[in-house]
């Protein structure tokens, strides 16, 4: 194997692929990148066993063939390169070499045989989505799911496509997320399937605000292919709760605030905000909204904000935390928070998207 290639484009492939790598594997292999030069193009691939990515690039291929190197000293190599194009070779003892005219490295890598296949999917119908739109509902969604292993179904984000909607869930016993969007090329496909937190971050890492990505489902795995990266992810088996059943009817009983100033207000409470007392209370009157925060022993916080709002007089607690997740990520310049009482949830719908959120007790 021989190849010419600019160094940043190196890196970048690298670090595309590397950031699924865990140290702690027992299997030396999976802390290598499978290095293939084909005509015209290098794929870089990495895996964990769970989560597969590749990264094609092109460049100057002057003999194919295929090696594994350990992902960490190839990309701090390249990193520290002292000039813009770097020549990579492999010999048949394994050794690659990584030089210019002035300096050379040379480390051992492993065959190819040795790395783990990622699956095929071949002969499966493909879903076209937008890649803008799905990095929205990822943002809207990914933050709600549970990092309690004991609940691993809730450990990912449930994807459902039916006669052309694509609905992703997310919920961790104490907030549901909701987000629905037609899809811009309507399918006949039906999905049900719980995709792992890891993929959704890799996900998110590498969407784009424009073009598609091609999602292809088999038995116990999904590819999103996002065109020159690929992300193949093994599905977490289960069954995911019913969530339409905790879904309240819409009430008219709305405060409307200004998202960002509800956003900071509550930033600046939980800076007081302990383990043992992590609630934010929410005084809500006519036209009007206090923000407070009282632990013993840190301190006090009290802000007042003008929001729309004509219902009763109500007190509610919220976990901090659960508001600064969605109202950082939303881009409205309002939004209205539906509030029964005190023990009820609160609930923030927006065009195709529902956020439900437990209320907490007041200490």
Known sequence: M???????????????????????????????????????????????????????IPVDIQEAGAITIPAKRFSDIVKEFPV????????????????????????????????????????KKAIKIDQGIF?????????????????????????????????????????????????????DVEISMIVPLK?????????????ELSLVVSSNQALFDLGNIGVVSRLIEGEFPDYRQVIPPASDNKMKVVRAQLLLAVKRAALLATQDYQAVKLEIFKNKLVISKST???????????????????????????????????????????????EKPGVIRINGYVYIVLPMRLN
Do not use: W
């Open 199 to 211: 993929t959704i971050q890799e996900l998110n890492r590498n969407l784009k605000e424009g073009g």
């Open 135 to 187: 990095k929205q509902m990822l943002a809207l969604t990914a933050f709600a799911v549970s990092l309690d292993e004991t609940r691993y179904v809730l450990n990912g984000i449930l994807f459902k496509i039916n006669k052309g909607l694509l609905t992703l869930v997310s919920t961790d016993g104490k907030r549901l997320a909701i987000a629905e969007r037609k899809l811009a090329v309507e399918s």
């Open 2 to 56: 021989k190849f010419k290639v600019e160094k940043n484009q190196l890196v970048n492939a690298i670090q595309t692929v590397q950031n699924i790598i865990t140290s702690k594997s027992s299997l030396p292999i999976l802390s290598n990148i499978l290095i293939e030069a084909q005509t015209g193009t290098l794929k870089l691939t990495a895996t964990d066993l769970d989560i597969g990515i590749t990264c094609v």
């Open 84 to 123: 813009e194009v770097v020549n990579v070779t492999s010999k048949k003892n394994n050794q690659v070499t990584i030089e210019s005219d002035l300096c050379q490295f040379k480390i051992m890598g492993l065959v190819k045989e040795e790395f783990p296949k990622l699956p095929e999917f071949k002969d």
């Open 296 to 342: 013993p022993d840190v301190g006090e916080f009290h802000e007042e904000l003008t929001v729309e709002y004509q219902g009763r007089e109500l007190v509610i607690g919220f976990n901090p935390v659960y508001l600064i997740d969605i109202l950082k990520n939303l881009n409205e310049e309002t939004v209205s928070l539906e509030l029964i009482d005190s």
